[in-house]
C-alpha cells in the first residue's frame, strides 16, 4: 500500500520558517520524482518544486530563493524548508510522487502579516 505521510505544517509570523516533512512507504522512492503541491481557498493546486531521482530540483519563481526541497533516500522521506514565508505562502501543503499522482493527506502551513 502506497503511502504518504506529511508533517511540520502549522501558523507562523511573515518571514518566519517551516520544515516540511513526508515520510513514504509502499513504492521505490529513490527511483521516484517527487514533489510538493499547494493549495489556498479558491486557488487552484500548483506544483511548487519538485525532485528528481537524480536530485535535480525546480522551483516556481514566486518561491525561488526561499524554499528549499531535498530528499533522504534512505529514510524514504522528502523535505521542503520553508524560509521568509509570505503571507500569500499559506495553503495546504500536499507531498506527491510526480509519476502517478499519489499524494498524502497534506499539511496546513498558515503564515500571518
Known amino acids: 500500500e502506497v503511502q504518504l505521510e506529511e508533517s511540520g505544517g502549522g501558523s507562523v509570523q511573515a518571514g518566519g520558517s517551516l520544515r516540511l516533512s513526508c515520510v513514504t512507504s509502499g513504492f521505490s522512492f529513490d527511483d521516484s520524482d517527487m514533489g510538493w503541491y499547494r493549495q489556498a481557498p479558491g486557488n487552484e493546486c500548483e506544483l511548487v518544486s519538485s525532485i528528481r531521482s537524480d536530485g535535480s530540483t525546480s522551483y516556481i519563481d514566486s518561491v525561488k530563493g526561499r524554499f528549499t526541497i531535498s530528499r533522504d533516500n534512505a529514510k524514504n522521506t522528502l523535505y521542503l524548508q520553508l524560509d521568509s514565508l509570505k503571507s500569500e505562502d499559506t495553503a495546504m501543503y500536499y507531498c506527491?510522487?510526480?509519476?502517478?499522482?499519489?499524494r498524502g493527506q497534506g499539511t496546513q502551513v498558515t503564515v500571518s502579516s
Open positions: 506527491t510522487e510526480t509519476g502517478t499522482g499519489y
